[in-house]
């Protein structure tokens, strides 16, 4: 019998305060709607100094962890998926596991492409259990970024930040991953990238989300004819496959590219048959995104755009309104990094998914933010990112303190 393997339990973090994005579309002169329905965002999280990738990844952890039934000395590997380290060659992910104080023995390492860097410490992680080198111990993937492309750009209500931390496992609570069966596509270009020593990404924003739809037609061309070769979904004339997936979660930047995402993976499909895309063909598109897709962009609309973590923030997101409807259910996973890396894969929902994610309390976790005005919001934007945090006495986990000696310093 082949193992079943995946994400057992999951432990988001988001910082304590955000923007309402009508607010800040106000402050820059643009209509409202363009933020909130252009793009699908209501609110932007902000990241204080003391909350940094690191700060960030070890409170996911520490509640995927507690969320988890796993012993911690189960535990034989570490991997921190981001973009936004805090130094050139100690990783995210020593900090977390120095400050988790997780067992010695393990594995520890960062892995790095934009925000699919999350998705190759999953896939790392799932291969690695289903090679058996795991000899039964279990995987922590942390996926941290704190996004931003600074203040008056037209990336700025793109920004966001937060952490999801996932146990990989055998016999997963939440989700088991299709092993095997995923489509990947890659390609040299300058779509976003953060040269050394810049706080804030370089974009070429239009052709970003050029480059991100080509990408998933041809990383979904690739799952398809794998899931087909093994049997998970039918090959079927004239009907769209993907809808044999009961949702599909996006890497989500904004939420707005999420439906963009889908109806490309539905014009690949109708490409395949020789069929044009027609105004009808958008229509059922839209009727199939709202569906397939909207239920998982909940938190995303409200936290922004958290890079390696967006993906599995949207999962989140799906899991804690329907995965009790959803258990048994195949989905759709598409991982998008600049520059530009992807995958699409696929999973089945856990029959344990409603009880493990409602430990999650994510809508309380949303519920405890401060809402900030813009100009709080631009004054902490302003901050030199070393700054000790002067007031984060009530926050709730671990955060950044200060530099000692060049050695980054955390307290919880
Ligand atoms: P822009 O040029 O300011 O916006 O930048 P726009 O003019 O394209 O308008 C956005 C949408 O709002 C449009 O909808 C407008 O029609 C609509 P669309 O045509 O796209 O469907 N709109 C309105 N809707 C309602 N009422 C109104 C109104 N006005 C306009 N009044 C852009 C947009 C996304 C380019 C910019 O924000 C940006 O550069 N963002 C950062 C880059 C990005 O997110 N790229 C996504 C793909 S790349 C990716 O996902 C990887 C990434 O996560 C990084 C990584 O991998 O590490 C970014």
Redesign the pocket.
Known sequence: MTMKIGIDALGVAIPRRYVDMVELARARGI?P??YV???GAREMAVAEPGEDTVALAARAASRALAASEIDRSNLGMLIVGT?TGVDHSKPVASFVHGLLDLPRTMRVYDTQH???GGTAGLMAAVEWIASGSAAGRSALVVCSDIAR?GVGT??E??QGAGAVAMVVSANPALLEIDVGVSGAASAHVH??WRPLGMRE?Q?D??Y??Q??LDAVSTAYRGWKARAIERGLVRATVGEQVSEQLARVCY?V??C??AR?AHLQVRKSELEDAGTAWDAAADQVGLASFRTQVEPSLGLCARVG?V?TG?LYLGLAGLLSTQAGELAGARIGMFS???GCTSEFFSGVVGKGAAARIAAAKLGDMLDARERISVAEYERIMAMPPSTPPADMAASDGFRFVGVTNHQRQYAK
């Open positions: 209509e709607g363009k329905e252009g793009l973009e934009a925000c699919y492309y037209a990336g209500p793109t779509d976003f990404a974009v924003g239009h970003s989300v480059c991100y890497h930047p904004f707005k590219m963009k755009n890079y967006s998008y990094g600049s």
